[in-house]
């Protein structure tokens, strides 16, 4: 039972919320939320998963208790959510860019805004879902900063207290900021890609490590919830088809 590379995305998603203990996920967008709710199933049963609304729900989507505007601050104001967001563009130190593309007087592109990116930055973990590894999204230096990256933090001080970037999934692999001036590093690798494609989509230089794991392969028992219980209609392959590049 072969896993396809968007399950090797789900499950990437999903062990950003290893050892999470009881906190809120809030995933953003397919891939994210599969990861989560596929790690509520398995290895991380406390986790809280909410309906963006006032409700907090189980895996399946039902009801399990009531999450209010104002407790759902407090969660995010005192570091107990874990965000994972996309981003239109992104920085060696984890600076995320959603609002515009070129000057902001004069952008060439408008996209969402900064939303809530800098306060979520700041306030909680932070993890990212790219799509589509490319040299437009990992820049050399975004263009607006959004969601605040290492370096910005570190200026902060106890401002960024709960500031803190946990791992950037893409199509083409695991990235992290375990290094010591927090740049980005290679994490792991899909299946099928190697760290010179890795290397030739990125905008800047990566860390790499002399050798680079394997994202981690899906049990049987993750495909069997992936593909019969959280996504039996296959949403997942459309969201990252199978060997298409750009």
Same mark, same amino acid.
């Given at each position: 039972? *072969?896993?396809?590379?968007?399950?090797?995305?789900?499950?990437?998603?999903?062990?950003?919320?290893?050892?999470?203990?009881?906190? &809120?996920?809030?995933?953003?967008?397919?891939?994210?939320?599969?990861?989560? *709710?596929? $790690?509520?199933?398995?290895?991380?049963?406390?986790?809280?998963?909410?309906?963006? !609304?006032? &409700?907090?729900?189980?895996?399946?989507?039902?009801?399990?208790?009531?999450?209010?505007?104002?407790?759902?601050?407090?969660?995010?104001?005192? =570091?107990?959510?874990?965000?994972?967001?996309?981003?239109? /563009?992104?920085?060696?130190?984890?600076? /995320?860019?959603?609002?515009?593309?070129?000057?902001? $007087?004069?952008?060439?592109?408008?996209?969402?805004?900064?939303?809530?990116?800098?306060?979520?930055?700041?306030?909680? /973990?932070?993890?990212?879902?790219?799509?589509?590894?490319?040299? *437009?999204?990992?820049?050399?230096?975004?263009?607006?900063?959004?969601?605040?990256?290492?370096?910005?933090?570190?200026?902060?001080?106890?401002?960024?207290?709960?500031? @803190?970037?946990?791992? +950037?999934?893409?199509? &083409?692999?695991?990235?992290?900021?375990?290094?010591?001036?927090?740049?980005?590093?290679? $994490?792991?690798?899909?299946?099928?890609?190697?760290?010179?494609?890795?290397?030739?989509?990125? =905008?800047?230089?990566?860390?790499?490590?002399?050798?680079?794991?394997?994202?981690? !392969?899906? !049990?049987?028992?993750?495909?069997?919830?992936? @593909?019969? +219980?959280?996504?039996?209609?296959?949403?997942?392959? @459309? $969201?990252?088809?199978?060997?298409?590049?750009?």
């Amino acid at each position: 039972m *072969r896993a396809t590379r968007a399950e090797y995305c789900v499950i990437a998603c999903a062990e950003a919320w290893r050892g999470a203990g009881e906190i &809120l996920a809030s995933p953003m967008g397919l891939i994210p939320s599969l990861g989560a *709710r596929l $790690a509520r199933l398995t290895f991380a049963p406390d986790l809280l998963l909410t309906d963006g !609304e006032a &409700l907090l729900v189980r895996p399946d989507g039902r009801p399990e208790g009531r999450l209010t505007f104002r407790e759902h601050l407090t969660l995010v104001a005192g =570091g107990r959510r874990h965000v994972m967001m996309g981003a239109s /563009q992104i920085d060696r130190y984890g600076n /995320q860019n959603i609002s515009c593309v070129g000057d902001w $007087a004069r952008p060439r592109r408008q996209l969402l805004g900064v939303r809530g990116a800098s306060l979520n930055t700041l306030n909680n /973990q932070t993890s990212y879902w790219i799509p589509r590894h490319s040299r *437009r999204v990992f820049v050399e230096r975004v263009d607006m900063v959004c969601g605040v990256g290492y370096d910005r933090a570190a200026a902060l001080g106890r401002t960024a207290r709960f500031h @803190r970037l946990g791992r +950037v999934v893409s199509d &083409l692999g695991v990235l992290d900021f375990a290094t010591p001036d927090h740049s980005m590093r290679l $994490a792991s690798l899909h299946p099928g890609v190697g760290v010179a494609e890795v290397r030739e989509a990125t =905008g800047f230089g990566l860390v790499v490590p002399d050798e680079v794991p394997d994202t981690r !392969e899906p !049990e049987p028992g993750e495909l069997r919830l992936i @593909r019969e +219980v959280l996504d039996p209609d296959g949403d997942r392959e @459309r $969201a990252v088809p199978e060997g298409v590049r750009d």
